[in-house]
């Protein structure tokens, strides 16, 4: 067991810069072919680690551990009453 929450209902995410002064990314669901988001576990070197994948179809298009993710926005609840 990991304790990491898997979840495949992220709908916008934002990686910090890797270099200073370099503006960092961001994606969003349904947005330059990005069909899904998700938080994955991953083994790491101590224990497990949570990841951000960004896939545009079959594709990983990107990655990121999550100490290095800035914004996380979720898709609404639907069972969530207004």
């Known amino acids: 067991m ?5 979840r495949r209902d992220v709908y916008h995410v934002v990686f910090m810069a890797p270099i200073d002064g370099d503006g960092g990314c961001g994606f969003l669901c349904g947005r330059d072919g990005v069909t899904e988001i998700m938080i994955v576990a991953r083994k790491g070197p101590m224990d497990w680690l949570p990841y951000i994948e960004v896939w545009k179809g079959g594709h990983l298009h990107a990655e990121a551990a999550q100490h290095q993710v800035a914004w996380v926005e979720f898709l609404p609840d639907p069972q969530a009453q207004p």
């Open 2 to 6: 990991t304790g990491i929450t898997e």
